[in-house]
């Protein structure tokens, strides 16, 4: 596994977990540590939709 597929699948855990915390508690925990749609919380939620799309391709590789 390549170094960019690994830093994907973290940021996809990361982006899992955060959503399950929506889902069951209504916490958001990208936004309670960066800030309500903060720059930095923007870029957090934007490299996790690319990691996601990133792990598309992964479901196809050998």
């Known amino acids: ?3 960019i ?4 699948l973290v940021l996809i855990i990361i ?3 955060n959503w ?3 889902g ?3 916490f958001d925990l990208v936004a309670a540590i960066f800030g309500q ?3 930095i ?4 939620y934007a490299l996790v939709g690319i990691s996601g799309l990133w792990g598309i391709k992964l479901l196809f590789e050998d």
């Open 1 to 3: 596994m390549k170094i």
């Open 5 to 8: 597929d690994k830093i994907a």
């Open 15 to 17: 982006g899992a977990i």
């Open 20 to 22: 399950g915390l929506i």
């Open 24 to 26: 069951f508690f209504k």
């Open 37 to 39: 749609m903060s720059v």
């Open 41 to 44: 919380s923007r870029i957090v």
